[in-house]
Each structure stands twice: as C-alpha cells, then as structure tokens.
C-alpha cells in the first residue's frame, strides 16, 4: 500500500528533496490516519489556467488520496504592490476585489480536480500584512545577498547589467514565509520554482517551527508543439475553460511521442495500464489513433463530462474524418465588400491580415470547401463558408 | 547677510550636493521669514556623543541661527529588529522603554549646542511602523540591486565574499524614506553617509513629494591621534559628558596642527577670528599652547560653564607646570600587600596588568612623585600616591 502510494506520488517527479520525509508522512498516515499538508502557490493574476498548471493539481489530487490536506495558497498580498520597476509605485495591480473574482474562478476550475472537502484554499496577503514592517525587515535578515544573486535568472540578469528591483530580493523570502506560517509539511511547484521551493525549507530552519518542508518538483509540461513549454502567450495551450471540441481537437493534433508525455503527467491511467497500452501500440493490436482519442476523451471528459466528450470526437470525426462542415459554426456578417484577409480576421480565423495572407499562400484557406489562392480577392454579397486548416471554420454573409 | 550665513554654513564641509537649494532656502528666510527643515539622523543604540558628533550639531545650529527648524531623527525603527546574521531572528536589540531612556539622554546632550525651541526630535518607527509590510514592500521597488551593490562598502564585502544580509539593503531605503516622510529640506552627515543621504534625494523625487534635499556632508572628525577617526573604540575620543578636568585635559594634549582643524570644526569663533589667531601664532606674538589653552576653555565651557573651565585649567596648570598632585583624586584601599601592576590596574589606571608593565617600564609609573622600574614591585601596607603619565594620579591605602 505504502509502496504502491509512493510510486504514484514519484510518478513524472523531475525531482524531490528529502524525499524520506514524504515516506514518514505516508508511513503515519497509513498506520495511524494521520494527516499531513502539502501547499502548492498560485498566482492571484492568472486565474485561467491550462493543462501545464493540471500537472500539479493532479499530484494534489494524488497526495489527497494518500491523507495530505491541500493548502492552495494564492500569493494575493504581492498583488497589492505596484510595479516593480518603481515607476509607478502608487498604482496597485490587483484590487481586493479582483483578488476574490480571481479566487472564486479558481475554484470552480481547480475542484473539477481537487476534492474541496481536503483542500484550504488560503490567501497570504492575510499573514504577511500581520508581519508589519518590522516583520518584514525581519525577514530579510534571514537570507544573504549572494546567496539571493546565485539563483539562475538573477544571475544571469545580474551579469548582464539587467535591472533587479530589490522587491525581487523579497518575493522568495515571501514565499518561503508562507510556509513557515502555514507550517507545510511538503510543497509542490515546477522545476524552475526550485530556488523559492527550497527558500520555504530555509525559513523553516530560521524561524525554528520544528520542521522542514521536503520539496517535489513536477517538470514543466510542453504545449501542443512538443517543444516549448504549455503558455498562453505562446498559444500552444490547453485552457481548462477551453471548449469541449477544442479540447478534444487539439489532444488529436499532439504528436504521439508527446502524447505519451501528456499520458504520464496528465492521465489518472496508472503507470501499469499505460504501459499496456504501448506494448499495444507497439504490437499493432492498437492503433495510436486510438490511444490519443482514448487520452482526448479522459481529458475532456475531466473538464466538462463523458457525454460532452463524446460527442466532441462524434463532431471531430465529422469534421476531419468526411471533410464535412461542423454543424454549429460561427456567422458573421459584413455590410459591404470585403478583402479576404480582413475577413478571416473579422471572422477570428486569423491574428492578422498579415498571418491570413501567409495562411492563403500555404494553401490552408478555402471558401465554400474550395481551396484558394489569391490573396487579393474581394468577396462581394453572398454567403461563404471560409475555412482555416482543419478545424476553424466561419459563416460570412455579405450584404 | 546671505552671503555671511552661507560662509559659515559652507564652513568645513567636504561636500555639498544642490548648494543652489540651500542659498534659495536662505534667501526665502531673509526676504519672508520663510523656515525650512534640516534633517540628521541618530543612532538610537549609543547615545554617549563625543566631539565628532558635535562637527554634525554644530552645523545644525547655525542652521538654526539662519531660519532652520532641526529635524533631530532617532532610527529607533531598525533598533527593534534582530541580529541582522539572522542567528537570533526573534531577539530585539533595544526595548521601547531603552529607547526612550536613550532618547533623554541625547536630549541632555544636544541641547548644549541646539536650540531647543528649534528642534523636533522624531523617532522613524512611528511612520515606518505604519507603511506595513506592503509599504515596505513598495519602497523596495524604487531601487534595484546593482546601485545598490556599487555602495562602496557592499561593493567591497560582494567582492571579497563577505556576507551582506538583504536586510542591510532595506537600511539606506528606510533612511532616505524618513525624509520622504519628514518632507526634509537639508540633510546633513558625515561624508561616510554619501550614499545613504542621496538616498533621500532619490527618494522623495520617487514618492514625488514636490522636493528634493540638499545634501550638506561633514568631514570625519579626527581623534586625539591627529589620524584615526574619533571613536569611543579607539578609546582617541573627547565624550560630551567627560569631566571638565579631562575635557581639558585631552584638547590640550593634540597637536598644534590637530589644533587648528578643531578650531575650523568645533569652535564657535568665526573664520576671521581664527585667521587672526594663526597670524598671531605664525608672527610670534600668540604662544601656541595659549591658543590652545583658549580652545580647551571654550569646548570645556560649552558642556559645562565657564567657571568649571577655568577651574579646570587651574588644575592642569596645577598638575604640569608646578608637577603637583591635584586637589582632588580617586582613593583605594587593598586589604593586604599588593603588586604594583595589580595596583594600578585595580585604581584605574592602567587598562591590564600587561600594560602596567609596559608603563612601568617606559618609566610612565610614579609612586609619590619618584619614578620607579621594579616591575615586581610589591606595595606593602601604607598610602601611596600612584601616577601613571602626567594627568594620571590615585591614591591607595594598602592595610
């Protein structure tokens, strides 16, 4: 039991810091039913989250089977503070207000996956305006300067002659003061979070709370590209909130060497049976299509229901498998002659006319199922059906 | 008028930054009555000031001659904070109460050389408490890390990698915002502050409070050695609450050229009124150790009254010229026979038994006025007169 709770825990770890720690943990949760915590921080801006942030909502979920009570702590009390350059040091980022919108929005994404009953969803702007400025100056009597310097970006930033507000010195031992507050017993984060991780086990050593948190670092999720990580900005992402169709549709369109990836770090398949299915794979009893619908399914049936995705892959295979037109699409409707290119963009096919352009020159943009090639084309009164690539299809009616 | 004013305030300083500010401030006075404020800052933990703290106090009242009103700050914030090594995080280096206490002694003090009715004595923890953590937080944006290390004595210690606590980052900003606060006009320090008194400048122009501070920066006061800085540690130091008789005693004893430089710093003779003296010194009709006698009279006057000056002269005079025993002098009894070294040490006369030998033999020891060189000496029972160099004496009794 303890064994097989251990492997799921490790199970797509990059790394984990005293890792004994966790086994006395479960060691006194399997033999006597007791509890333990284990934090992990979320940023009070960015409420809408992707599969890469479901990597370690997933290890919560794994860690609560096993007796962890979950503090999901929202870094709130930084967002109160202006920009960071000093430029304008009385504007506020994130209002009171906004803080708890953001919250509630968290919530109803992150208990599709977490059990709330074992889950405290904590916001530390409510210790740490407790610690006053003297707690503050306190606190930054902990650390050291060059210690601060050697993590990896300030390092770099610093030989580069990159500007570091000190507030940046601060944010960590923030950090790491939240879990001497909360007294965690392991904290979770991404493996570029390891020098703020590690900050909380030193804290907990300074401040003398009789304990030090062990650390498990879960790797950081690739987007759709296989290459970069997950991220809006780069729009390689699976949203939470995403649609069912698209969430089915964009699992589909992974490579297979990355679905295996998203298998490890994302299915609740246990190592066991996911390693079944690529002995299947690899014999040919199964077709790795299959496999990457079975993991689109799991994953959409996650966010929104097993019905919703079934009928996401029903609308899929229309689509891609008959070459038919899905049957809710979008319409728009323009009040006089268009250019082609601004009407994928006004139709949201494209980001620009610029991209829409170089979208007609690779062939990937027909009207009414027909391929074109002119990027100049006007489109007088009628209806068209415009089509980007595969799956991004628009209604226009020009007037 | 303006012009007299800004030669004695210019007077002795070794630096000045927006010298054009301080000669508007003074002009406002002259035209309008207009006031303004001149800041200094001091150490809540050492309240016993010597001459070197005077060169500062000094400067503020003649300041305060020409329109200033004295904001007389005590850094009582960062007294409240512990050990910056982080060892001892939760121990607090001065009580409120101490500070206090120590507040009343500087107050004691000052007021010999300030006008009281000119000087508000401020105490920063009382709006550094109230900025919290957030606004601790935010004073931390306004300046980054690489300014911060160009700070000649972090650049030296990052250098030769010795540890700087990011709670010594956090000092200059808490200074410069009390007069961000203080909505100071001046401030004054000695040139060892430079860097924390530009802080002020830098700050109040980010809080954009409407002004920036002059900065007018003092030398560093030698000690009674000619060469090292005056400091209670190199024991070279002449204390504001020294006895009279010690107070004139120590001026006489610096060097004629040591003498001129405390002339220019600590007296209240104009720079004409010394310009004569040295022509009567360089012509011969002044004696060196006449003008000597006058600078030791007028310091001893000033903390304690011309009439305890005067007796005090007469006692050295008493002392060296005629080689006699002073009046008064500190008795001690010995229960049984003792050894000279153990004497003098016991009456106070030597710091160890070390450097009584030493004394001894550099032939500084006198026992009823004759020389001795026995450093073996053992004082049977009788009353001895000890006297260790020319101001030193004891009286014991060994029974």
Redesign the interface.
Known sequence: MLQEALREIKRGTAEIIDSQNIEKLLQAYFDEGKTYTVKAGFDPTAPDLHLGHTVLLQKLAIFQKYGAKIQFLIGD??A???????KN?TRKTLSKTEVLENAKSYKEQVFKILDSSKTEVVFNSEW???????????L???????R??ERDD?DKR?KS?T????????YP?LQGYDSVHLESDIEIGGTDQKFNLLMGRHLQR??EIGKEQSVLMMPILEGLDGVQKMSKSLNNYIGVTDEPNDMFGKVLSISDELMWRYYELLSTKTLDEIQKLKEGVENGSLHPKTVKENLALEITARFHSVDLAKAAKDEFDKVHSNNQIPSEIDEYTSDEEIWIAKALVDCKLSPSTSQARRDIKQGAVKINQEKINDEQLQLGSGEYILQVGKRKFAKLKVN
Do not use: C, H, R
């Open positions: 009390f930084t109160q503070i202006g920009d960071p350059s000093g040091i740490i305006n407790l610690l006053g400025a003297s707690g503050m100056l306190t930054t009597t902990t650390f050291n300067v060059a601060m310097l300030f610093y002659g500007s570091i507000s000190i507030s940046e010195f601060i031992l300074a401040y």
